[in-house]
């Protein structure tokens, strides 16, 4: 199940990197689950005041879901445990701070119905003798206006849950939090594999209304949510077969980041170090810090990063044509690049209080990203197309040379590099020697000769600036 790909590239923020580093020598866990693991988290400590604009006028929320594919004994669980510890440590405060709430809201709560019960003898006295009840009718309107409620704690974690639950506590608890599982049977195999819809909607930002009847109905406004599910392969293909057409179909699977990372057994050797955990450390005290955060932010793209988001989104676009890369998975090329957008936001907003402009170098991360999720997403669940492998050669090999040329700031790319950097199965100095006339007949580049070297240079198209698919 696992699907065969290089390691990943650096697609993250130094600060992040180097915390997913630490993590890796700690545990010995594949970089990749990190990675998915880390997104979730640092999602979970901003989603709750943040918001990104897309582009004016469309702004959305920014929680990321992910689902993690990797056998047992990977240390998921351990990966979990440690990026995860901050969130339990504040929930558990912030419960004990409610039982002090809760037993404050007993002791008014019992106060109010004795002044309501000798309000309403008050009343009845009044009206059974004919008197006026003007005065105590509005003593007991006042009181019924002023009734304690309940406080509970805000809650970040829901594990094994049930779709009610999970709407009720975002009511009631707080509306940001994170559906994890890292056992994904008890996901695949209970009720919550059946509303994925539910899923949907929340992962949008739609109102949702919710009808019960044993307590009052409500509307479950802005809310944000998490999801990260670590599946092991066999229960992750019992999920796709049972529920994978209405997933495909119903969106949820275009709104997923998949990861099926390289396992790391048989390579997980102890050499005595010993992490000083400086960076998880750092990481911990800046969640709980975030987490107390309230005022709101709407991040937006910085003017440079705005051009490089919307020709990302147009490359996503166009690969969806025949021939193009995602024709067989438009959905999850229809969510791209919203969820670079996301992941942008939660990087900017995670380490970045002094300024709400999303710089071009943080969006290129997490489009550096979101690229090895895509093709993640084709070797895991893209549908058959009638592309022929050379289309697909071309197709990839303009989206490298595009982003090494906007990565490197290079105004050419020399062939020999191609040949000794470029994707693996394209450094056959035939075969590229023939992508790359197709390409320069087909308008997509230019080749030029300069004192016996080749180099190449991209023509300006809706392909720019598409970012590199660590897959190669």
Not at 1 to 29: C, F, G, H, S
Not at 241 to 259: D, E, I, K, T
């Amino acid at each position: 199940m696992n699907v065969p790909a290089q390691p990943l590239p650096t697609v993250l923020p130094r600060e992040l990197d180097l915390l997913v580093k630490e993590i890796a020598q700690t545990t010995q866990a594949p970089y990749e689950l990190i990675v998915s693991v880390l997104l979730s988290a640092t999602a979970l400590s901003v989603q709750h005041r943040c918001r990104v604009q897309r582009k004016p006028g469309l702004d959305g929320p920014i929680g990321l879901f992910l689902i993690t594919i990797c056998d047992s004994g990977e240390r998921k669980s351990a990966v979990q445990k440690l990026l995860f510890k901050a969130f339990m440590e504040i929930q558990r405060r912030w419960g004990d701070g409610a039982m002090q709430a809760v037993a404050k809201y007993k002791i008014d709560r019992a106060l109010w119905r004795e002044k309501k019960e000798a309000l309403s003898n008050a009343l009845q006295r009044a009206i059974s003798k004919g008197a006026q009840v003007g005065d105590v009718e509005k003593q007991l309107r006042e009181l019924l206006e002023t009734e304690p409620q309940p406080s509970f704690a805000r809650k970040l974690i829901y594990a094994d849950t049930t779709i009610e639950a999970l709407l009720a506590g975002l009511s009631e608890c707080g509306n940001s939090a994170a559906l994890v599982h890292d056992e994904f049977a008890q996901f695949c195999d209970g009720p919550m594999a059946r509303q994925l819809g539910a899923l949907n909607a929340l992962w949008s930002g739609l109102d949702w209304p919710v009808d019960r009847k044993t307590s009052g109905s409500f509307v479950l406004h802005d809310a944000s949510l998490t999801c990260l599910l670590q599946a092991q392969p066999t229960v992750f293909q019992r999920f796709v077969s049972r529920h994978g057409v209405q997933a495909l179909g119903n969106g949820f699977f275009a709104r997923v980041l998949l990861c099926s990372p390289i396992s790391t057994q048989g390579h997980r050797f102890e050499n005595g170090h010993t992490a000083d955990n400086t960076h998880i450390n750092w990481f911990y005290d800046r969640c709980k810090e975030l987490l107390e955060k309230s005022e709101p932010r709407v991040l937006r793209f910085s003017t440079q990063a705005q051009w490089l988001w919307n020709d990302i989104a147009n490359s996503y676009e166009s690969s969806t044509l025949p021939g193009g890369s995602y024709h067989g998975a438009k959905d999850f090329a229809s969510k791209a690049a919203e969820n670079i957008a996301r992941i942008a936001a939660v990087f900017h907003a995670f380490l970045n209080e002094e300024t709400d402009e999303i710089s071009s170098e943080t969006l290129q991360y997490a489009a550096n990203l979101v690229d090895y999720y895509g093709g993640q997403f084709l070797q895991l669940l893209g549908r058959t197309d009638p592309v022929t492998e050379q289309q697909y050669d071309l197709a990839e090999l303009e989206r490298w040379i595009r982003s090494i040329l906007y990565e490197k700031q290079w105004n050419y790319v020399p062939k020999t590099h191609i040949l000794q950097y470029g994707p693996n199965r394209l450094r056959n100095k035939a075969k590229l020697d023939l992508l790359i006339e197709i390409l320069a007949i087909n308008g997509k580049i230019t080749i030029w000769k300069i004192n016996k070297k080749i180099i190449i240079t991209a023509n300006a198209t809706s392909m720019a600036a598409i970012p590199f698919n660590p897959n190669y």
